[in-house]
């Protein structure tokens, strides 16, 4: 496949790990904050080829993974209430919220679909007027832009049983809680090449020159990846800050206009609960007033959820990079992808889904 | 209670109470299902073999291999054939897996009410040519209706019953460290078809289900060297999850190429675009064998020169340890788990 | 985050006063929204993700960046600096 097959090339891979092992002098931390990534360096099996002086860790960037406890709970709660057609993308269905998830309540009777696009949801609503469409809009920056269009075309096509429940985030915000954490070890980051794609990376020089830390925007083959370890290496080892631009076929420094003006149109900044993590100011998107009648919080009624977390469950530690899934002693044993207690055990992409799946005994690394 | 990460004793996600749809996808789900509740309420030794039919002793040295399948799917007409070619593949292919020479179907019909008869005439028509293909008779069968919107048209059940030869000694529990793998050819091809035939995730394809009767390939195969050691379809669950179980049988560790492993670059493309993994696809005319390493070429050789076995190749080997693991050696030189598949198949966006 | 596949665009169309196209991702036809790639044109590839094509794949740039990757790669072999191919023994089980 054309754009994809010459970024698995093992030759090219692997001579651009023999530059990065030339290059290394000392050990680095580095963090990609991509699901996408991360699902990628651990079923290429791509971090036992890299030098074991790079420490890979895996930041909060599975949407699925960070969306809070409380937002899981009104969607499960609107998805169990009669007339309704909860629609979400895949992953969605099997986190789990305080007391269940999406799945069962499929199973017991609701309505729940998953769709492979926004506009496939707006087209049910479009095909059942008298029922009540919901549709779970998450997502960073990548997805905000169908999720918003989503909106507009219900607007143009006049649906007013069509509405949206947002949990948007964004990742510059997200930076600086990692990088201003005390905590913080990451050296280096790979930055989420599809969400620069929309937003451009002109956010993140600033941040990079506040906490002293390189960046690379990377993309999502074993390729991309090692060239956005080689050129965060190449900057650790010449003490330079810079944001550089390791996913050029795609990624812009301005980003992608049209896309940004749907988001500014439809969306603006609020502040947001990651999962894990806790309140992130101004770290997400909610509707603007005038899409109010878009807003699922508003149409149903929602406002009184508990959320409980699961006390075992440590995968704030796990999104913040400051603990490895194997360090879990829930991993594995209470914790399982059939039995998830946490977010980052459900999504494909969260960091001890992939863990299990592709590395449980091949030993810790 | 806010979010706090004490030690503490959570309870996991039940999903004990309720079937759900990753029940019936052919991984972890399932197993855990079968294992919980039909295993020890059912139990007795043929049906602890865990394997695709239950081998059974007849007395004076008499054995036969039983098999019973089940089929569900939707929509009932795919490219590359419908229900009732499944049904017959389906449990042709399990029995033969156990190295029986198939014989005898027997299947039972729960038809929905309001179905039309010229589209069960075509599920029947179909079932007699692919049983034909494969040389077996249906011998036996039944009928209910089900009310209106209860049965998704058709659903059918087929059993299967075929006699081995004395002697003959093939299960998921047979591997050897040392064996080679052998995979008949591509992945994927049946699940993606009825996925695109299904049309909720709106895409086209040219690919077709791959469902064909495969007990004439085994025979060849069999002919070619008795030295074969396991043998299985890949049906639900796809490779990944029929490997994960003949390692855990054998107690073995099959170890894979993801460089050898036959994908159809439009198999490949819609997994792609969905986040698919054609390792957890199901496939309905292909089978793994697992054999003796001196014999591997000439069972290659009589699979290539027979229909359904033209594009067979080598995909692995089995070692020693770790005991019920499989491995991948992936396209860019890295090893990775192969798990089985856990619940159902979702598209994802991360 | 971010599940985006590269397709070939094959078709351009509007629906519901919204640009649309049919993508070919390699044997497997969609439709995509281009709203976003309102300068699209038939037979530029972009990255699709839920759907919507995020941006147009530069093509030119995505060869430079190849050519370069394997020049250095070439040049690294005539110099004996052998990339290494096999993984650490130890890193398996």
New interface residues.
């Given amino acids: 496949?054309?754009?994809?097959d010459?970024y698995?090339d093992?030759?090219?891979?692997?001579?651009?790990?023999?530059?990065l092992?030339?290059t290394l002098t000392r050990p680095w931390v580095i963090m990609e904050i991509?699901?996408?990534q991360t699902?990628a360096i651990?079923?290429?099996?791509?971090?036992?080829?890299l030098p074991p002086e790079i420490e890979l860790v895996h930041g909060p960037?599975?949407?699925?993974c960070v969306t809070s406890?409380e937002l899981i709970d009104k969607a499960i709660a609107i998805a169990t209430q009669p007339g309704v057609i909860f629609i979400s993308?895949?992953?969605m269905?099997?986190v789990?919220g305080s007391h269940?998830?999406l799945?069962?309540v499929?199973?017991?009777g609701g309505d729940v679909r998953?769709?492979?696009?926004?506009?496939?949801a707006v087209r049910i609503a479009q095909q059942n007027p008298d029922k009540e469409v919901v549709f779970f809009a998450?997502?960073?920056e990548?997805?905000a832009?169908?999720n918003a269009?989503s909106v507009l075309?219900a607007q143009?096509?006049g649906l007013t049983n069509y509405s949206i429940l947002v949990s948007q985030v964004r990742v510059p915000p997200a930076l600086h809680a990692i990088l201003g954490s005390e905590h913080n070890r990451v050296q280096g980051f790979l930055l989420?090449?599809?969400?620069c794609?929309?937003m451009g990376y002109w956010e993140y020089p600033p941040i990079a020159a506040r906490y002293g830390i390189p960046m690379a925007v990377t993309g999502?083959e074993?390729?991309d990846i090692v060239?956005g370890i080689l050129q965060t290496v190449q900057m650790l080892e010449k003490g330079d800050v810079q944001v550089q631009n390791a996913y050029?076929?795609?990624?812009?420094q301005s980003g992608?206009q049209?896309?940004q003006d749907?988001i500014n149109q439809v969306f603006e900044e609020c502040d947001r609960n990651w999962?894990?993590i806790?309140l992130i100011p101004n770290s997400g998107w909610r509707l603007q007033p005038q899409y109010a009648a878009f807003d699922a919080e508003l149409r149903f009624d929602v406002q009184d959820i508990q959320?409980?977390?699961?006390?075992?469950?440590?995968s704030?530690?796990m999104l913040q990079g400051l603990r490895k899934p194997f360090e879990c002693?829930a991993f594995g044993m209470?914790?399982t992808?059939?039995?998830?207690?946490g977010a980052t055990m459900v999504?494909?992409?969260g960091a001890c889904a992939a863990y299990?799946?592709?590395?449980?005994?091949?030993?810790g690394? | 209670m806010g979010i706090t990460e004490g030690p503490a004793c959570p309870l996991p996600m039940p999903h004990h109470d309720r079937i759900i749809l990753g029940h019936g996808s052919g991984g972890k789900l399932t197993q855990e299902l079968v294992s919980r509740l039909f295993y020890p309420c059912f139990d007795n030794p043929a049906l602890r073999q865990g394997d695709d039919s239950a081998v059974l002793n007849l007395g004076a040295g008499e054995r036969i291999a039983l098999s019973t399948d089940a089929h569900v799917v939707w929509p009932l007409f795919f490219p590359g054939g419908d229900i009732g070619r499944l049904a017959v593949c389906g449990t042709v292919n399990d029995v033969a897996m156990s190295g029986a020479e198939v014989r005898y179907l027997s299947a039972g019909f729960i038809l929905e009410e309001g179905l039309e008869v010229s589209i069960l005439a075509r599920i029947v028509d179909s079932m007699r040519l692919a049983a034909e293909e494969a040389g077996v008779y249906i011998v036996a069968g039944d009928t209910k209706v089900v009310q209106r919107g209860k049965a998704d048209g058709v659903y059918i059940t087929a059993a299967g019953v075929g006699l081995l030869p004395a002697g003959r000694q093939i299960g998921g529990a047979q591997a050897q460290p040392g064996d080679v793998v052998l995979l008949s050819g591509s992945l994927g091809d049946h699940g993606i078809a009825v996925l695109a035939a299904r049309g909720e995730l709106g895409f086209e394809t040219a690919v077709s289900s791959d469902v064909a009767p495969l007990n004439h390939l085994v025979a060849a195969m069999l002919q070619a060297s008795p030295n074969i050691h396991v043998l299985r379809d890949p049906t639900r669950g796809g490779l990944g999850t029929t490997l994960n179980e003949i390692a855990g049988q054998s107690r073995v560790c099959i170890q894979i190429d993801e460089n050898a492993l036959p994908v159809r670059p439009e198999v490949a493309a819609a997994c792609e675009m969905l986040g698919f993994d054609p390792l957890y696809i199901a496939n309905e005319g292909k089978l793994v064998a697992i054999v003796a390493p001196q014999d591997a070429e000439r069972i290659l050789q009589a699979m290539r020169r027979t229909r359904y076995g033209e594009e067979a190749l080598r995909i692995g080997e089995v070692l020693p340890a770790p005991s019920g693991r499989v491995l991948m050696r992936t396209r860019i030189g890295g090893t990775r788990l192969v798990d089985r598949l856990s619940g159902e198949l979702l598209p994802r966006i991360c | 985050m971010c599940l985006g596949v590269p397709a070939k665009i094959i078709e351009i169309y509007t629906q519901n006063s919204l640009l649309m196209g049919k993508v070919d991702f390699g044997g497997v036809l969609r439709e995509a929204c281009l709203a976003y790639v309102p300068e699209a044109k038939v037979g530029d590839y972009a990255i699709i993700h839920v759907g919507f094509a995020l941006n147009l794949l530069d093509e030119a740039e995505a060869q430079e960046t190849l050519d370069t990757l394997r020049s250095i790669m070439d040049l690294g072999d005539e110099l004996g600096l052998q990339p290494d191919l096999q993984p650490p023994a130890e890193s398996v089980a």
């Fill in positions: 496949m054309k754009f994809l010459e698995r093992a030759e090219l891979v692997h001579a651009q790990i023999a530059e092992k030339r991509c699901g996408g699902h651990l079923r290429y099996g791509l971090e036992q080829l960037g599975c949407p699925v406890l993308y895949g992953d269905l099997r789990p269940k998830d799945f069962s499929r199973s017991a998953v769709v492979y696009s926004p506009l496939d998450i997502g960073f990548t997805t832009p169908a269009m075309q143009v096509l989420a090449g599809h969400v794609a929309v999502f074993p390729l060239q050029s076929r795609l990624v812009t992608n049209p896309a749907v999962r894990g806790g959320p409980q977390e699961s006390a075992l469950c440590i704030g530690l002693p209470q914790c992808p059939e039995t998830p207690l999504s494909a992409e299990y799946r592709y590395k449980r005994d091949l030993g690394a």
